[in-house]
């Protein structure tokens, strides 16, 4: 079992929201991921979890806030984005943060900021 | 500055015959270089990998090649079928343990039956 779950598939916010988009596996991996994906792009990191700390912050936005609640679960809570935050948000996760694991990805929420 | 770059925004294939995606990056500290598939609607899917040790590995229908000495790589998919038409990815890593995957802008690969 390769999956990764995220919910919800689609979120329609107001820029005075507060959301969160979660992110979910039980393959036991110990690294996990948030990238933002913006239409005919590559996706982009944004944040690194490797047992359950934080270790990567591509210089985001604090109206972006990441938490790993344990070792199953990232959140992305969103406050007071903006209408340029709207894109197709990305989790994957991998056995650990080392050279050669492969991450695996969600299919992603996508986003609409008004 | 983008470090991994796949010059083709898209290819047709007929179906039976090679497909071959190409890859070129400029950071000589990557060693690591992943190929991942994307459907509409659906999160990228791991293909196949390689390591800078490497200049070759094989998986089923699909071949990477690497060329250190140029930065670049490719992907064979021999023979292609219908349900291979998708975007393809590919990514690369640097070392010691480096977690960020750089990716490329992407392939879109069309098969024609």
């Known amino acids: 079992d390769t999956e990764v779950t995220q919910t919800p598939k689609h979120l329609v916010m107001g820029m005075t929201n507060k959301k969160s988009l979660k992110c979910e596996q039980h393959?036991?991996?110990?690294?996990m991921y948030w990238y933002k994906q913006k239409a005919k792009k590559p996706p982009e990191l944004m944040f690194v979890y490797s047992y359950e700390k934080l270790s990567i912050n591509e210089s985001v936005p604090s109206r972006f806030s990441p938490e790993c609640p344990n070792s199953s679960l990232l959140n992305l809570h969103l406050h007071a984005l903006q209408p340029e935050d709207s894109a197709l948000y990305l989790c994957?996760?991998?056995?650990?943060?080392?050279?050669?694991?492969?991450?695996?990805f969600g299919a992603g929420t996508r986003l609409s900021v008004l | 500055d983008q470090q991994v770059k796949q010059n083709s925004p898209s290819l047709s294939v007929q179906e039976g015959r090679i497909s071959i995606l190409n890859c070129d990056y400029t950071n000589s500290m990557f060693d690591y270089f992943l190929w991942y598939k994307k459907y509409p609607a659906e999160g990228p899917t791991f293909l196949i990998s390689?390591?800078?040790?490497?200049d070759k590995n094989e998986d089923g229908r699909f071949t990477v090649f690497l060329n250190k000495s140029a930065k670049h790589l490719s992907l064979h998919i021999v023979p292609s079928q219908p349900g291979d038409s998708a975007v393809y990815f590919c990514a690369a890593r640097g070392l010691r343990g480096n977690e960020k995957l750089t990716f490329g802008t992407g392939t879109r690969l069309t098969i024609i039956p």
């Open positions: 994957a996760s991998s056995h650990s943060d080392r050279l050669e694991n492969i991450q695996y």
């Open positions: 390689i390591s800078s040790i490497k």
């Open positions: 393959m036991g991996h110990r690294a």
